[in-house]
């Protein structure tokens, strides 16, 4: 249990890095945008295959109401994102007339906050189930923490605020990342059913993520080169799977 707790947390401090070097991206705007396209696309893809192919099935192993827990999670992200924020939605980084105020950016603050507190439980419900799951799910949430970071950066700089603060709102949903990865000790306590139901729980918020957020940005880009790219990132997911299997 200390061994998963320990990568658990490495994960979450990881996972927290990647969103501040999505922040000081956003106050550089230095991004090349078909990079971060594909960027996002090879996330929605790996996030696609991880959640379908690994939490899905360990969550089922665990408790046999793992659907109805996906479906909650579909629905908890679909909720912050699109009833408690009004006007937000992930990964639409260039939204100045909808961003400008005060109170939209504590808005989307808070929205992601509370979105990258459920990709912490993630990691920690993968690393609860194994360390192998444990770096898929971190690797998922990574792919796309940038893309967050950048958001987050860019929000408060269109809403007049300073770079530093960019930067701090970004290291404070990373943070949120790290205090969900801590959930492990409650987590490992409570048994498999409850590592299956935050499996199932984390799987529905990938699917919603991938394919509800991501993969519409993609084809908005209306380049196939990037909707390969959808396709490399469960590749990507196959060759770390067939690396790990190959460490044991």
């Not at 061994?3 to 991206?25: E, K, P, T």
């Not at 090349?32 to 690994?54: N, P, W």
């Not at 924020?85 to 808005?107: D, K, L, Y």
Request: charged share 10%.
């Amino acid at each position: 249990m200390r061994s998963q707790a320990a990568l658990a947390v490495l994960f979450g401090v990881l996972c927290l890095g990647v969103n501040v070097l999505g922040g000081m991206i956003a106050l550089r705007a230095s991004r090349s945008q078909k990079g971060m396209a594909c960027t996002v696309a090879g996330g929605a893809g790996f996030m696609l295959a991880v959640a379908l192919l690994e939490m899905l099935p360990e969550g089922l192993e665990r408790t046999p109401h793992a659907p109805l827990f996906a479906l909650l999670g579909y629905g908890l992200i679909h909720l912050c994102e699109h009833v408690l924020i009004p006007h937000f939605h992930f990964g639409e980084e260039v939204h100045p007339e909808a961003m400008i105020g005060t109170t939209a950016s504590a808005a989307a603050l808070g929205g992601l906050v509370a979105h990258s507190f459920i990709d912490g439980l993630s990691i920690a419900g993968g690393v609860s189930s194994g360390a192998r799951l444990g770096a898929l799910v971190f690797l998922g949430v990574a792919l796309h923490s940038i893309p967050a970071g950048f958001t987050m950066g860019s929000v408060m700089l269109a809403a007049g605020r300073s770079g530093r603060t960019a930067v701090l709102s970004a290291l404070l949903i990373g943070a949120a990342t790290l205090v969900g990865a801590c959930s492990i000790f409650a987590i490992g306590a409570g048994g498999p059913a409850l590592v299956g139901a935050v499996l199932s729980l984390s799987a529905g918020s990938f699917l919603y993520i991938a394919a509800t957020d991501l993969i519409p940005l993609v084809n908005a880009q209306d380049d196939r080169g990037t909707t390969w790219a959808i396709f490399g990132g469960v590749g990507l997911f196959y060759g770390i799977v067939r690396a790990l299997e190959a460490f044991k």
